[in-house]
T-cell receptor, first 114, second 109 residues
Framework: ETGVTQSPTHLIKTRGQQVTLRCSSQSGHNTVSWYQQALGQGPQFIFQYYREEENGRGNFPPRFSGLQFPNYSSELNVNALELDDSALYLC?????????????FGPGTRLLVL | RKEVEQDPGPFNVPEGATVAFNCTYS??????FFWYRQDCRKEPKLLMSVYSSGNEDGRFTAQLNRASQYISLLIRDSKLSDSATYLCVVTLAGTALIFGKGTTLSVSS
């Protein structure tokens, strides 16, 4: 096990609703990244937080936002849900802010938007 | 053009076979290279990093050709437990892992 946990494991929402996904990093890891993996695709980078500050963002609209807390746990918030937001959402933690650092993924949250 | 391209497969091979996966990347400024493994409905896990000098980990050999912007993964003596999706990953100067769509391997007895 990687020591990275995510909640909830599964979630069903309807279009237009808002959702908050949570991630608890591995102990000692101060960096967390979030990825979206649609069915049949590779994970796509959403953003990264390093020491509670956003430290890089992928090609996702502003309705995708995040937070990192002093204990390095993290949240991903998605507003105004769309059908295409249905996906597996993965968080990954690491000890530094460089992509070369090994990232440890949580088991993911499966979101279905109806 | 996608940043990382892989043949999606599926590759269906018998136990004991040797199988090779290929991957190309579009950005010559890419800095780090990895293969990840993802089992069905599970999270991706790092299989191995890839270096220009090539590297081997047991039955797995990874190779990088920077001039051709090409990455490969060779699996020898395939096991049933090797059945998974193999994701080719590159990074640029920033913090994001850039994943390919993945190549599905199914090893049968």
């Amino acid at each position: 096990e990687t020591g990275v946990t995510q909640s909830p494991t599964h979630l069903i929402k309807t279009r237009g609703q808002q959702v908050t996904l949570r991630c608890s990093s591995q102990s000692g890891h101060n960096t967390v990244s979030w990825y979206q993996q649609a069915l049949g695709q590779g994970p796509q980078f959403i953003f990264q937080y390093y020491r509670e500050e956003e430290n890089g963002r992928g090609n996702f609209p502003p309705r995708f936002s995040g937070l990192q807390f002093p204990n390095y746990s993290s949240e991903l918030n998605v507003n105004a849900l769309e059908l295409d937001d249905s996906a597996l959402y993965l968080c990954a933690s690491t000890t530094g802010s460089r992509a070369q650092e090994t990232q440890y993924f949580g088991p993911g949250t499966r979101l279905l938007v109806l | 053009r996608k940043e990382v391209e892989q043949d999606p497969g599926p590759f269906n091979v018998p136990e004991g076979a040797t199988v090779a996966f290929n991957c190309t990347y579009s950005n010559s400024a890419s800095q780090s290279f990895f293969w990840y493994r993802q089992d069905c409905r599970k999270e991706p896990k790092l299989l191995m990093s890839v270096y220009s000098s090539g590297n081997e980990d047991g039955r797995f050999t990874a190779q990088l050709n920077r001039a051709s912007q090409y990455i490969s993964l060779l699996i020898r003596d395939s096991k049933l437990s090797d059945s998974a999706t193999y994701l080719c990953v590159v990074t640029l100067a920033g913090t994001a892992l850039i994943f390919g769509k993945g190549t599905t391997l199914s090893v049968s007895s």
